[in-house]
């Protein structure tokens, strides 16, 4: 199984970004899918995730600016960055569960995202 996550970047306060990651590997698909991030120096966190019938959860720190969805059969995630902080400025990584086993978990290589003042 592999995720490729893209579409990090920099940018300005206010500004937006587009995180793509697509899943292969996997003849069943994957089931919920997500995003994390780890700033410098923290843990990392759910910033927002889907499962595979659509129900979104978001980080209430990024509710009403982020959006995440599904295409592609279901093997591909994105998530909408809008309204971006110095705050939201991380590592962000693509995650999926198996379909078979949700206590196995897929991850991407992290994206960088930097939001300057």
């Known amino acids: 199984v592999q995720l490729q996550a893209s579409g990090g970047g920099s940018v300005q306060v206010g500004g937006s970004l587009r995180l793509s990651c697509a899943a292969s590997?996997?003849?069943?698909?994957?089931?919920?899918m997500g995003w994390y991030r780890q700033a410098p120096g923290k843990q990392r966190e759910l910033v927002a995730s889907?499962?595979?019938?659509?129900?979104?959860n978001y980080a209430d720190s990024v509710k009403d600016r982020f959006f995440i969805y599904r295409e592609n059969a279901k093997t591909s995630v994105y998530l909408q960055m809008d309204s971006l902080k110095p705050e939201d400025t991380a590592v962000y990584y693509c995650?999926?569960?198996?379909?078979?086993?949700?206590?196995?978990?897929?991850w991407g290589q992290g994206t960088e995202v930097t939001v300057s003042s």
């Open positions: 889907i499962s595979r019938g659509g129900a979104a």
């Open positions: 590997g996997s003849v069943f698909g994957f089931g919920t």
């Open positions: 995650n999926a569960f198996s379909v078979l086993n949700d206590r196995i978990t897929y």
